[in-house]
């Protein structure tokens, strides 16, 4: 988890919520170690800037040039902001 | 600056490293072709290719490690290849090529910056550049070499495009000393990346919408269900269509080199041994060669075009539910040819405790070597009505496959507790296969099924001849007198003196398998199977059939031949009408009904075994899966012969 201020974290909404075609950054995750470290060694990484292609089972999102297909059990863990920020 | 200089006394071993799907086995195969062959890393189950490549002068064994995002992770994949590299166990390296995908370079940068910290010559070898241009993208190499200290050069796998030039690399590795970012500081790693972009690579990339729209499709709820279906369905009509007639070929062939070499040898102990031991044991495991090759061609096909990534979301699903992730949809599929081919098809499952799972589970499902004995015994239990008959095949099917995703339950509750990994998969993007990549990759499978022919399933099959043939058995009286018979009759009638010494050499082999060690443990083992319903002979013909499903209905009809009460039966006939010691049917319905789950739930198959063993790389889990198996196959058909006895 990552410590942020209140303003921030009422901005952020879990990867569910976003809309197809909405651009978002990766706030927080609530996954354990491996996940973490698998997604991102696949790029979604905290801080990462993504794509929503496709919401539902499986959810795509392409981060950069990398399209990543996703379970529910991982997207309702991951709590993005709106928006597309440099990383 | 600094240049390696070639050195004659390095082993000139190159590894190949890289991020998964980048195009790291199709440039291994452009280098190697057919000169390449797999081998398992020392100390685990991880397989990698080697292979050799010659460029004017000099000759190269490339090695195609596993493909990983990075070397910090702790996945044995990582480990393999921190191990390679390291030199533990396998030569070091003298350079090694990380192959980057050139419309990723940012994600692919980072196990290239992992590498440039350790003190080994590198080539960046960047693929797929033609899409980076189609989409947009120009890449100045040279630049980007200078930027990173070390040879970058833009190859295309599928055309050999640059291969000439990767080697000339290779010639005069470099290694520059250039300021890197920490391994273990992302941000600073993923800053450093940026920066050698924007210095070498021009435009943006652009990402089209056809993707977007096949991906809906192909991952919808029922439409993807429905092309999962009949992409499915043709590749398994494929196989069983295409692979009939090689699959007689191989038969025949086999059957006349056993005429060839036995009449080579004296008759005798080593004539028997090699044609009916060796010929005939390993004609029975390489006659399903050409459905392992159609079926890793068609799969290889398959994941080149980027689809099987897709199918995995589709049937994750269900099999979630189970405790199993959606790759294992392949395995399972597989299955219904052979569980030998779908084990190994459990590689593409990649949390090794999914595929142990997934290959303990695997033999449940209704292989083709069953099929003859589903068609005696519901011939058997449904003589008469040929619907009901087809939905007891059908509901054998079912068995099986219901059997798998329970068994597949339990395994998580219990040895291996705990739910899949839930689905995370990078969605390769859409492309052409590749049909000399899905030969060579066949070819690769091949080998290593007959290698594996070769060597265990060849030694199995000799002690099982070894069991069936000693200890040898003099003639009965009735064999004697049989001869006797049918050597007076030839002077009068020699189509009937022929059928009589069939029947005498018949009955000769039957009198051998029964006092053969054989017969003696069916005899032995008669009183397990005797509460299913089983006599001595129905246990020799299930005790040998651990050997192989298919060889049951010919032990019967071997131990059958005898009984002739009916003159101008046919084999299944026979073994319809045979009859016990005590002279009741051999196989009353309830023992037919009983010997029909028994063999639809039991893992009788030894290569099947050893092929768990080996991609398991533990005989514990082949013994657990043996056990298992045949205890709850013995409980199924008790419960089954209870039953069916009470109601008739």
Same mark, same amino acid.
């Given at each position: 988890?990552?410590?942020?201020?209140?303003?921030? +974290?009422? +901005?952020?909404?879990?990867?569910?919520?976003?809309? +197809?075609?909405?651009?978002?950054?990766?706030?927080?995750?609530?996954?354990?170690?491996?996940?973490? +470290?698998?997604?991102?060694?696949?790029?979604?990484?905290?801080?990462?800037?993504?794509?929503?292609?496709?919401?539902?089972?499986?959810?795509?999102?392409?981060?950069?040039?990398?399209?990543?297909?996703?379970?529910?059990?991982?997207?309702?863990?991951?709590?993005?902001?709106?928006?597309?920020?440099?990383? | 600056?600094?240049?390696?200089?070639?050195?004659?006394?390095?082993?000139?071993?190159?590894?190949?490293?890289?991020?998964?799907?980048?195009?790291?086995?199709?440039?291994?195969?452009?280098?190697?072709?057919?000169?390449?062959?797999?081998?398992?890393?020392?100390?685990?189950?991880?397989?990698?290719?080697?292979?050799?490549?010659?460029?004017?002068?000099? /000759?190269?064994?490339?090695?195609?490690?596993?493909?990983?995002?990075?070397?910090?992770?702790?996945?044995?994949?990582?480990?393999?290849?921190?191990?390679?590299?390291?030199?533990?166990?396998?030569?070091?390296?003298?350079?090694?090529?990380?192959?980057?995908?050139?419309?990723?370079?940012?994600?692919?940068?980072?196990?290239?910056?992992?590498?440039?910290?350790?003190?080994?010559?590198?080539?960046?070898?960047?693929?797929?550049?033609?899409?980076?241009?189609?989409?947009? @993208?120009?890449?100045?190499?040279?630049?980007?070499?200078?930027?990173?200290?070390?040879?970058?050069?833009?190859?295309?796998?599928?055309?050999?495009?640059?291969?000439?030039?990767?080697?000339?690399?290779?010639?005069?590795?470099?290694?520059?000393?250039?300021?890197?970012?920490? %391994?273990?500081?992302? /941000?600073?790693?993923?800053?450093?990346?940026?920066? @050698? %972009?924007?210095?070498?690579?021009?435009?943006?990339?652009?990402?089209?919408?056809?993707?977007?729209?096949?991906?809906?499709?192909?991952?919808?709820?029922?439409?993807?269900?429905?092309?999962?279906?009949?992409?499915?369905?043709?590749?398994?009509?494929?196989?069983?269509?295409?692979?009939?007639?090689?699959?007689?070929?191989?038969?025949?062939?086999?059957?006349?080199?056993?005429?060839?070499?036995?009449?080579?040898?004296?008759?005798?102990?080593?004539?028997?041994?090699?044609?009916? &031991?060796?010929? &005939?044991?390993?004609?029975?495991?390489?006659?399903?060669?050409?459905?392992?090759?159609?079926?890793?061609?068609?799969?290889?096909?398959?994941?080149?075009?980027?689809?099987?990534?897709?199918?995995?979301?589709?049937?994750?699903?269900?099999?979630?539910?189970? &405790?199993?992730?959606?790759?294992?949809?392949?395995?399972? @599929?597989?299955?219904?040819?052979?569980?030998?081919?779908?084990?190994?098809?459990?590689?593409?499952?990649?949390?090794?405790?999914?595929?142990?799972?997934? %290959?303990?589970?695997?033999?449940?499902?209704?292989?083709?070597?069953?099929?003859?004995?589903?068609?005696?015994?519901?011939?058997?239990?449904?003589?008469?009505?040929?619907?009901?008959?087809?939905?007891?095949?059908?509901?054998?099917?079912?068995?099986?496959?219901?059997?798998?995703?329970?068994?597949?339950?339990?395994?998580?509750?219990?040895?291996?507790?705990?739910?899949?990994?839930?689905?995370?998969?990078?969605?390769?993007?859409?492309?052409?296969?590749?049909?000399?990549?899905?030969?060579?990759?066949?070819?690769?499978?091949?080998?290593?099924?007959?290698?594996?022919?070769?060597?265990?399933?060849?030694?199995?099959?000799?002690?099982? $001849?070894?069991?069936?043939?000693?200890?040898?058995?003099?003639?009965?009286?009735?064999?004697?007198?049989?001869?006797?018979?049918?050597?007076?009759?030839?002077?009068?009638?020699?189509?009937?003196?022929?059928?009589?010494?069939?029947?005498?050499?018949?009955?000769?082999?039957?009198?051998?398998?029964?006092?053969?060690?054989?017969?003696?443990?069916?005899?032995?083992?008669?009183?397990?199977?005797?509460?299913?319903?089983?006599? $001595?002979?129905?246990?020799?013909?299930?005790?040998?059939?651990?050997?192989?499903?298919?060889?049951?209905?010919?032990?019967?009809?071997?131990?059958?031949?005898?009984?002739?009460?009916?003159?101008?039966?046919?084999?299944?006939?026979?073994?319809?009408?045979?009859?016990?010691?005590?002279?009741?049917?051999?196989?009353?319905?309830?023992?037919?009904?009983?010997?029909?789950?028994?063999?639809?739930?039991?893992?009788?198959?030894?290569?099947?075994?050893?092929?768990?063993?080996?991609?398991?790389?533990?005989?514990?889990?082949?013994?657990?899966? @043996?056990?298992?198996?045949?205890?709850?196959? $013995?409980?199924?058909?008790?419960?089954?012969?209870?039953?069916?006895?009470?109601?008739?």
């Amino acid at each position: 988890m990552t410590l942020t201020s209140p303003t921030i +974290e009422a +901005e952020c909404i879990p990867l569910t919520q976003l809309e +197809e075609r909405e651009r978002a950054v990766v706030h927080v995750t609530d996954l354990n170690d491996d996940e973490r +470290e698998a997604l991102s060694a696949m790029g979604l990484h905290e801080d990462a800037s993504f794509e929503l292609c496709q919401q539902g089972q499986p959810c795509i999102i392409q981060v950069e040039a990398t399209r990543l297909g996703l379970s529910s059990e991982i997207t309702s863990r991951i709590m993005v902001r709106r928006g597309s920020v440099c990383n | 600056m600094a240049q390696v200089e070639p050195n004659s006394n390095l082993n000139n071993s190159v590894l190949l490293l890289g991020n998964p799907n980048v195009g790291k086995t199709t440039l291994f195969n452009r280098l190697c072709g057919l000169r390449s062959a797999t081998a398992n890393f020392p100390g685990s189950t991880v397989e990698a290719r080697r292979g050799t490549s010659s460029s004017a002068d000099t /000759k190269r064994t490339f090695t195609d490690l596993p493909g990983i995002y990075s070397l910090l992770a702790k996945d044995e994949l990582s480990s393999v290849c921190r191990q390679a590299l390291d030199g533990i166990e396998c030569d070091s390296p003298e350079a090694v090529v990380v192959v980057a995908d050139a419309t990723n370079l940012r994600r692919n940068l980072i196990i290239v910056n992992e590498l440039l910290h350790r003190d080994i010559p590198c080539v960046l070898a960047l693929s797929m550049v033609d899409i980076a241009q189609k989409s947009g @993208l120009t890449i100045d190499t040279k630049k980007f070499g200078e930027k990173l200290g070390c040879h970058v050069v833009a190859v295309h796998p599928r055309t050999g495009k640059g291969l000439a030039a990767l080697h000339e690399a290779l010639d005069k590795p470099k290694r520059d000393a250039k300021p890197l970012p920490s %391994i273990n500081n992302k /941000k600073a790693v993923l800053a450093w990346a940026d920066e @050698l %972009i924007a210095s070498s690579v021009g435009g943006e990339l652009a990402i089209g919408t056809f993707t977007d729209r096949v991906d809906k499709a192909f991952t919808h709820p029922i439409l993807g269900l429905i092309v999962f279906a009949v992409i499915m369905t043709v590749l398994f009509w494929t196989i069983f269509t295409l692979a009939a007639f090689p699959m007689d070929i191989v038969d025949v062939l086999f059957g006349h080199v056993g005429t060839f070499v036995g009449g080579l040898l004296p008759a005798g102990d080593l004539h028997d041994m090699v044609v009916d &031991g060796v010929i &005939g044991g390993i004609a029975g495991t390489v006659v399903f060669l050409p459905q392992i090759c159609i079926l890793f061609f068609l799969i290889s096909l398959l994941e080149d075009t980027g689809y099987l990534a897709r199918a995995a979301f589709v049937m994750d699903r269900m099999l979630r539910k189970f &405790g199993l992730p959606g790759q294992s949809f392949v395995p399972f @599929l597989s299955a219904h040819a052979c569980a030998i081919p779908a084990i190994m098809a459990a590689r593409i499952v990649p949390d090794r405790r999914d595929r142990i799972a997934t %290959i303990l589970v695997a033999p449940f499902f209704s292989c083709s070597a069953r099929l003859p004995v589903y068609v005696l015994l519901v011939g058997i239990l449904f003589i008469d009505s040929p619907f009901l008959a087809g939905l007891a095949f059908f509901a054998c099917y079912i068995l099986g496959a219901l059997a798998a995703l329970f068994t597949a339950l339990l395994v998580r509750k219990t040895v291996m507790p705990g739910t899949s990994r839930p689905m995370m998969l990078e969605l390769p993007t859409y492309k052409m296969p590749s049909l000399r990549t899905a030969f060579l990759n066949t070819v690769d499978r091949a080998w290593v099924f007959l290698k594996n022919a070769g060597t265990v399933i060849l030694a199995i099959v000799i002690i099982l $001849w070894w069991l069936s043939a000693y200890p040898k058995i003099q003639p009965s009286q009735n064999v004697t007198a049989l001869r006797q018979e049918a050597t007076i009759v030839a002077e009068t009638n020699l189509d009937a003196s022929g059928r009589l010494f069939v029947e005498a050499d018949s009955l000769e082999y039957t009198e051998q398998l029964a006092g053969s060690f054989a017969g003696q443990l069916g005899k032995f083992f008669q009183p397990v199977f005797g509460p299913l319903g089983y006599d $001595w002979k129905l246990t020799v013909g299930v005790m040998t059939s651990f050997a192989a499903r298919e060889v049951f209905v010919s032990t019967l009809a071997v131990l059958t031949a005898g009984d002739d009460d009916v003159e101008n039966e046919g084999v299944i006939e026979k073994i319809e009408h045979a009859k016990t010691d005590a002279g009741k049917p051999m196989l009353s319905l309830p023992t037919a009904a009983s010997l029909l789950v028994f063999f639809v739930l039991a893992m009788q198959c030894l290569p099947t075994i050893a092929v768990t063993k080996r991609e398991t790389g533990s005989w514990s889990w082949a013994l657990l899966q @043996l056990g298992y198996m045949t205890v709850l196959a $013995w409980v199924s058909s008790f419960i089954t012969f209870t039953i069916v006895s009470a109601i008739l």
